[in-house]
Structures are given as structure tokens and as C-alpha cells.
């Protein structure tokens, strides 16, 4: 390490992460801390310019919002919003907006800061970005639903915009939450504004495929990653943690293309056959009785035994901290590819490299539905729409060129996928930086 980036570690708060008389992964369930271990881990390797590590570590602007509705029985209630913008220097910000209880800003900024990175892993021209309000969508009305939603945008309507800040749906917000927001900034701006948000209904501007893109990105990116293991693809066994969005359509095109379902899991429990899961027939069960547990088809087993099948391929796509140090020594699949958010944490990464498991992290996995997001607002921008075959065919080749990125960069460094990801998504941010300058 230089020691220039060392004053400069030493100067920010990074010790509080990785200081040198702590536990390393002392905070590994906190989302913030997980990232920014990895993030400083890329700095050092890259010997980053400390001027600019320091603008990166920080997010460029941080907004709080009250948040004042009227419920169903009159009465007033104060909701608190946040808005993050962690970097806009390669273009517009570009994340979810998350309805949760558990919403904080440090989630927010760490959510943010995510955001740059996976854009620049798959070279969209996009910044980072998040936001949520904190709240129980379980107790809210359909209609004071739509007032928060609504009140949030006005609040935040010099935020927002096609070029510089547009949302997405998170946890707990969807395609209607996201038609609100429209149409709220589209009110302000007193013409219709489709590029102000993506994962849009399709008939108001949102993309074909973007609902099943983040699946079809894991199906795409494991797929490379057992070519480049030397593994046949067909017949790979996988097991899939979580069977929602990303996780149910990954295991059906996985199974489209020849792997072998062998288990799958919801809040629920998981389930488990040797000679494979038909996903179709899961999802059927699951439109009928909601969740997976007494499917016919499979044995039951516990959720922690499904994260410890002898398989090809573990794709984890429901909760963060899913793979700690507490299960990582027992996993034994040979590729795990990140569906979800932060899977893995930072003091489990070292212990399944030295496994030899190979991880395409959730910067690069999971990177399918921010780059169908970036074809929906492409096309709002040109009004001109494109077919589910073409969106598709231009996601594929951004996921394989950027897994080939990545793996070029772990190979020349000698690092894992995930710690190649962040250097090249950091390497990318910092460039621009170099390119523009400090104004003023
Ligand atoms: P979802 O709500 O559609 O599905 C989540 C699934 O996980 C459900 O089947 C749920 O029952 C299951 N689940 C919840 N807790 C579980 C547990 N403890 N064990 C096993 N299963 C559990 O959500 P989603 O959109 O599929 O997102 C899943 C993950 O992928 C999240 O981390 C999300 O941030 C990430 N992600 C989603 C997208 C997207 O486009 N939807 C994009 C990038 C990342």
C-alpha cells in the first residue's frame, strides 16, 4: 500500500472497517461496512489516487425528507424519506426506492455506493443512487400507499429527473409505485415524463423483459462461469435460495438450458430432489398455496441444508448475510452466483476462496435488471421501443462481456471475481474523475 493512500485511510474513517487492531470483519452483518471493506481492499490494490479515494468513499449528496400523510381515519402521520446520490460522475444516479420498517441511511448510502459500482461493473452510463421511506407497507392502505409514494416525490422533485436521478422499484415497491412516481413528476413538469423512472408498466414506457432480467443476467453469467470452469452445463446441479423474482425465473432458464434444479427455497423452507425439480410445476404450486412448503414433488429440508448441497452451482437470491462464517467451510458447490444483494460477507469470502469456489459477485450477477433499466430509459428517451428478442439479445452480450472483464482483471491481479469487480467498477468511477477535474 502507498502511503499516501495510507494517510488517506488513516484519515478517513476506514479504520473504523478494517482497522488494524480489530477483528476485520467485526461488522460483517452491517450491508455498509461489508461493502466498504471491499471497496477499500479494490482502493488499496489499485494504489488509488487518496484524493480521489476520498471522494469516492463519501456519497455526494444525502437527502432527508419529511414525509406528511393523512390515513384513511384522518389523522396526520410523519414518515421519514431518504434519498442518496452516492456518484454522478459517469452519468444520471440510478437505484430503487425500498418501503421498509428497517430502512436506515446508512443501508441507504451503502445501498447507494453499490449502485455506482454495479453500473460501472457493466459499463452503463449511470451513477449510484437509493432511497426508502421508513415504513410497514403491511399496515398501510392501498391509498395512503399511493400519498406516501406521491408526497415523497414532490419532496424530492428537484432530485429526481432523466438526467440526474431516476428511481427504480426495491423491496416492498413495484411497477403501480413506480406509475405514481411518474405521474406525480409528470404533473410538476406538466407533460408526461417516462424517463424519470424504469420498471415501469409496459404500457406506460416500462421495457419487454425487464421483469425477468436479473434472473436471465444469473442464468447468463453462470453459465460463463462454468464454461470458464471447464464444467458441462447441462446437467450442472443448482440449488436456488429464494423463489421469488430473481430466483424463480434464474431457475427456470437454468433448467432451460440444461441444468438440473435439484433445490429450492422461500420463507418457507426448502425442498430437495436429486433428479430435479420441474420449476414450472413449483410455480404452479406456489400460485395455488403461495409458498413452496408441501410441494408434492421434493423432500423437505432445512433452509441451511439447502445452502450445503453437494452441487454444481449455489445461487443465492433472497437475503443478505445468507453465506457467514458460520456456514462457509460446509458449502460445496463448486460456483455460487450472487442473485441477491450481499449474500456472501467479507470473512466468508476469504474462507470460500480458499475452498477454490468460484463466486461471480452480486455486482456482476445480479447487474441484469440495472441494465434492462438502462435499455427502458434509453428507450423513453428516443421513444422508440424494442423487441423482448433484441432487449434480451443486447443483455447477453453487456453480461458476457463484462463477466470476460471482470475475469480478466482477477486474472492479471491475481484476485477473486468479487474484489476484480470492485477494481474495475472503482478504476472506471476514477478515471472519469481524472478525466473531469474538480470544478472550482
Ligand atoms: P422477491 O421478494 O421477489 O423474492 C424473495 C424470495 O426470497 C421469496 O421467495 C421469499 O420467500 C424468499 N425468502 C425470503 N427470506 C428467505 C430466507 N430466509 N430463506 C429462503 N428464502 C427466503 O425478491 P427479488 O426481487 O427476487 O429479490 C431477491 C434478492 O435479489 C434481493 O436481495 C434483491 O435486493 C436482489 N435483487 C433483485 C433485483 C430485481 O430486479 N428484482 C435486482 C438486483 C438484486
Given amino acids: 500500500m502507498s502511503n499516501a493512500l495510507d494517510t488517506a485511510l488513516g484519515a478517513t474513517s476506514a479504520s473504523d472497517v478494517i482497522g488494524r487492531d480489530k477483528d476485520p470483519y467485526f461488522g460483517e452483518d452491517n450491508p455498509f461496512e461489508a461493502m466498504m471493506a471491499r471497496f477499500d481492499h479494490a482502493a488499496r490494490l489499485l494504489a488509488l489516487d487518496p484524493g480521489i479515494y476520498r471522494v469516492l468513499r463519501q456519497p455526494e449528496k444525502q437527502v432527508i425528507v419529511s414525509v406528511p400523510i393523512q390515513r384513511d381515519n384522518g389523522e396526520i402521520e410523519v414518515f421519514t ?23 436506515t441511511l446508512d443501508e441507504v448510502k451503502a445501498l447507494a455506493a453499490w449502485m455506482t459500482w454495479k453500473c460501472a461493473v457493466v459499463n452503463i452510463p ?135 434444479v435439484v433445490a429450492v427455497s422461500d420463507v ?36 441451511d441444508e439447502l445452502l450445503t448441497l453437494d452441487v454444481d452451482v449455489l445461487l443465492p437470491a433472497a437475503v443478505e448475510n445468507a453465506i457467514t462464517r458460520k456456514n462457509a467451510a460446509q458449502i460445496r458447490a463448486r460456483v455460487i452466483c450472487e442473485g441477491a444483494n450481499g449474500p456472501t460477507t467479507p470473512g466468508a469470502d476469504e474462507m470460500l476462496a480458499a475452498k477454490g469456489v468460484f463466486v461471480v459477485p452480486d455486482i456482476l450477477a445480479n447487474a441484469g435488471g440495472v441494465t434492462v433499466s438502462y435499455f427502458e430509459w434509453v428507450q423513453d428517451r428516443a421513444a422508440y421501443f ?5 432487449v434480451n439479445e443486447r443483455l447477453t452480450s453487456i453480461l458476457q462481456r463484462s463477466f470476460l472483464d471482470v475475469l480478466s482483471v482477477a486474472q492479471r491481479h491475481g484476485v477473486n471475481m468479487r474484489i476484480a469487480a470492485y477494481m474495475l467498477a472503482i478504476e472506471r468511477v476514477a478515471a472519469v474523475h481524472r478525466l473531469r477535474g474538480l470544478y472550482a
Fill in 81 to 103: 424519506g431518504y434519498r442518496v446520490l452516492h456518484n454522478t460522475s459517469r452519468g444520471p444516479a440510478k437505484g430503487g426506492i425500498r418501503f421498509d420498517q428497517r430502512v
Fill in 126 to 260: 449511470f451513477g449510484g443512487a437509493k432511497g426508502g421511506v421508513v415504513c410497514d407497507p403491511g399496515t398501510l392502505t392501498l391509498h395512503e400507499l399511493e400519498r406516501i409514494t406521491r408526497r415523497y416525490t414532490a419532496c424530492l422533485i428537484e432530485i429526481f429527473g432523466p438526467e440526474s436521478d431516476i428511481p427504480a422499484p426495491d423491496v416492498n415497491t413495484n411497477e403501480r409505485v413506480m406509475a405514481w412516481i411518474m405521474d406525480t413528476y409528470s404533473m410538476h413538469r406538466r407533460h408526461a415524463v417516462t424517463a424519470v423512472v424504469t420498471g415501469k408498466p409496459v404500457e406506460m414506457g416500462g421495457s419487454l423483459g425487464r421483469r425477468e432480467a436479473t434472473g436471465r443476467g444469473c442464468m447468463i453469467v453462470t453459465k460463463e462461469a462454468l464454461k470458464h470452469l471447464g464444467l458441462p452445463v447441462r446437467g450442472a446441479r443448482v440449488a436456488v435460495q429464494g423463489f421469488g423474482n430473481v430466483g424463480s425465473v434464474a431457475a427456470r432458464l437454468l433448467e432451460q438450458e440444461g441444468l438440473t
Fill in 268 to 303: 418457507s423452507g426448502a425442498i430437495h430432489n436429486a433428479t430435479g425439480i420441474r420449476v414450472d410445476d413449483a410455480l404452479a404450486w406456489i400460485r395455488e398455496h403461495r409458498y413452496l412448503a408441501g410441494y408434492p414433488g421434493a423432500e423437505p429440508i432445512s433452509s
Fill in 386 to 390: 424494442w423487441d423482448e428478442a433484441t
